[in-house]
């Protein structure tokens, strides 16, 4: 069974003349009345390449929530978690985890 040549492989092949006119519908100008609106999908693909990437999903992702903390507690753990050089949403939730370990 013969492989199907790539289209590198076809253009290669043509004669000179061939190729000229081939490439010669890229050589015109584009006005604005060549373009139409983008669809949804096309839309969606245009957002999602040219968004920020964002942080990483880590576990079930994130959810903010809001917390009221005493504000002398709050002070040791900006305190603590600046020397673990770690977050203090990091903090909070090694707190978490270390609580549900010990009731469980």
């Not at 005493?70 to 949403?89: H, N, Q, V, W, Y």
Request: hydrophobic share 35%; net charge positive; charged share 40%.
């Amino acid at each position: 069974m013969k492989k199907k040549p790539s289209e590198y492989e076809r253009f290669m092949a043509l004669s000179d003349r061939e190729k000229d006119a081939e490439v010669a519908t890229y050589d015109r100008e584009t006005s604005m009345d060549d373009f139409k609106p983008l669809r949804r999908k096309g839309r969606a693909l245009l957002e999602r390449a040219t968004r920020k990437p964002g942080r990483p999903k880590v576990g079930q992702g994130a959810q903010r929530v809001l917390l009221t903390i005493e504000r002398g507690l709050l002070k040791e753990a900006d305190s603590t978690a600046t020397k673990l050089r770690i977050s203090r949403s990091e903090l909070v939730a090694r707190g978490l985890r270390a609580a549900i370990a010990c009731a469980g």
